[in-house]
């Protein structure tokens, strides 16, 4: 076949099935097909000592999985959605595997928050943009920074979709979605979460959002590396807003869908473009290469332009136009990078 055999590569949920975004693996296989190549997915688990896999082939006229002994692939496309696989010597092993072999491998993994943090500060570009971000490692340092602020947010270094995020308000109101739980003194609050918190967590000071029509309201940015353009360009721009008071856009929290065309400016525009070059330059500097990701950003009451995060693998977007850009970028980028021809 004249055309890239596509490896993507994901994490086992159990020991008969594989976990991850199936609907995004079965639309690269059929748009794959379209061009005249296949895809396989497979867990990094059942890569053999022989560097043959054991993989899963989606039949489009059938509708189903099967499993088959695959070669290896001429791309891998990493798609493992569980941060403490990525951690395991076995898929150290794997990546060693594709390396020895010289296949290309995107994206190398995820990202830690506060590590997100510190590489995107090096960027003078980058830095205006992020909101002050300390790690909390002692009861000393969350105290002054909360004082500092008086109302500050605090996230998890390793999850993502909003999840685990908390706010502690000028109140000492620690609230999470529709929790709220109130202290008498910051060393109350310590002795119920410090432990949680500690080392696992990062703070950063609350961002006062820009309201539109009674909502604040997020960017969700999705970029993709063009081989022909030698730059990162943006695939799609997708707006997420809540009500003021909710603690994030995400739908899983109550946030829904806007136009980007009821809120874009030619300033917006500009911004982001930029903003997806230069991230995708610092990630793939610093970290291998990035094919794609997504980033979170707002606009604060002042104007200011705010990043929030930077997404290594991203999820699928609600928006149908923005997907199937996506999934059309994607398979361009494994013809591209493998050199076959289109």
């Given at each position: ?90 898929f150290q092993k794997c990546v060693q595997v594709f390396k020895d072999h010289h296949i290309p491998m995107f ?117 993709h590396w063009s081989e022909v353009e030698k730059n990162y360009k943006v695939t799609g721009i997708g707006i ?103």
């Open positions: 076949m004249n055309a890239p055999l596509v490896g993507i590569m994901t994490s086992k949920k159990n020991e008969y099935s594989l976990a991850g975004n199936l609907n995004l693996f079965i639309s690269i296989q059929k748009e794959l097909l379209l061009r005249g190549a296949r895809s396989f997915v497979f867990s990094f688990e059942d890569v053999k000592d022989d560097a043959r896999i054991l993989g899963y082939i989606f039949s489009v006229d059938k509708q189903e999985w099967h499993r088959k002994m695959m070669p290896l692939p001429d791309i891998v496309y990493n798609r493992i959605p569980f941060r403490h696989s990525e951690q395991t010597t076995q994206n190398p993994g995820f990202i830690d928050k506060y590590d997100l943090f510190l590489l995107l500060s090096s960027s003078k570009k980058l830095k205006k943009y992020l909101p002050e971000t300390i790690l909390i490692d002692s009861v000393d340092t969350l105290e002054k920074f909360y004082l500092d602020h008086n109302d500050i947010y605090i996230k998890p270094r390793m999850l993502s979709k909003g999840k685990n995020i908390y706010r502690l308000n000028r109140d000492l109101i620690l609230e999470l979605h529709n929790q709220k739980i109130t202290f008498s003194n910051f060393n109350d609050f310590w002795s119920e979460f410090g432990e949680m918190f500690c080392g696992g967590f990062i703070a950063q000071p609350t961002i006062q959002p820009t309201i539109v029509e009674g909502n604040r309201f997020d960017f969700r940015i999705l970029s997420r807003a809540t009500n003021e008071f909710n603690l994030t856009t995400h739908l899983i929290n109550g946030g829904f869908i806007m136009p980007y065309e009821k809120i874009q400016e030619p300033k917006h525009d500009r911004f982001i473009s930029a903003l997806v070059k230069e991230v995708g330059r610092i990630l793939s500097k610093q970290l291998g290469f990035w094919g794609e990701f997504s980033i979170d950003a707002g606009v604060d009451t002042e104007g200011n332009y705010v990043i929030y995060e930077v997404n290594s693998k991203p999820m699928s977007f609600d928006e149908e136009e923005i997907e199937r850009k996506r999934i059309i970028y994607l398979c361009d980028l494994f013809f591209q990078l493998t050199g076959w021809e289109d």
